[in-house]
């Protein structure tokens, strides 16, 4: 049974960069049938997509975020990342990674809250 | 790009259907799959229906999909209602250039 898990800092400074990985257990991150996805939601809000990465490393970012955003995959570890550069408060959100597969997002991890605060 | 609009909350009685619409701001709704998620309190997003109106496995059959090209929109139906069925529900499709876009959320009360 494919799962998700993601893991990273709790806590950033505003204008730092969020960094989170995506570990992926119970299938290969190299199937060619699949993307990989980072969403967020900020508490009490709804749900936005960030990007996706495919496994060869090719990138589909939210408009919103593109400027500050980087996904990256890591193969040999069974991993994928999240950078956001420049956080600021409203940034807080906890932070997804799930598995796209045909523009469904199945299964999901079970979120990791980040707080920007100093 | 697309918006999806969902009201933001209904409320039926157990027992009872709910229908929850999606509408699609522009291009066809029939052009890419709508998924719907459910988000219980505390808990991540789980689907219950992807490729607008498929279920994946443990999803009961009081769950159910559909689009309207008319309306240009995509539903969700949950009959028999049980109070475990509140929770959050948001739609998703994505566009030509796969980016994928949610609807805001409807909050579904069960009383």
């Known amino acids: 049974q494919l799962q998700l898990q993601e893991s990273g800092p709790g806590l950033v400074k505003p204008s730092e960069t969020l960094s989170l990985t995506c570990t992926v257990s119970?299938?290969?991150?190299?199937?060619?049938?699949?993307?990989w996805g980072w969403i967020r939601q900020p508490p009490g809000k709804g749900l936005e997509w960030i990007g996706s990465?495919?496994?060869?490393?090719?990138?589909y970012y939210n408009p919103s975020l593109k400027s500050r955003v980087t996904i990256s995959v890591d193969t040999s570890k069974n991993q994928f990342s999240l950078k956001l550069s420049s956080v600021t408060a409203a940034d807080t959100a906890v932070y997804y990674c799930?598995?796209?597969?045909?523009?469904?997002?199945?299964?999901w991890g079970q979120g990791t809250l980040v707080t920007v605060s100093s | 790009n697309f918006m999806l609009t969902q009201p933001h909350s209904v409320s039926e009685s157990p027992g009872k259907t709910v229908t929850i619409s999606c509408t699609r701001s522009?291009?066809?709704?029939?052009?890419?799959?709508v998924q719907w998620y459910q988000q219980r309190p505390g808990s991540s997003p789980t689907t219950v229906i992807y490729?607008?109106?498929?279920?994946p496995s443990g999803v009961p059959d009081r769950f159910s999909g559909s689009i309207d090209s008319s309306s240009n929109s995509a539903s969700l139906t949950i009959s028999g209602l049980k109070t475990e069925d509140e929770a959050d529900y948001y739609c998703?499709?994505?566009?030509?250039?796969?980016?994928?876009?949610f609807g805001g959320g409807t909050k579904l009360t069960v009383l």
């Open positions: 799930a598995r796209q597969v045909d523009g469904a997002l199945r299964p």
């Open positions: 522009s291009g066809s709704i029939a052009s890419n799959y």
């Open positions: 119970g299938g290969s991150i190299s199937s060619s049938s699949y993307y």
């Open positions: 990465i495919y496994y060869s490393g090719s990138t």
């Open positions: 998703q499709s994505y566009d030509s250039s796969n980016l994928v876009v």
């Open positions: 490729e607008d109106n498929q279920r």
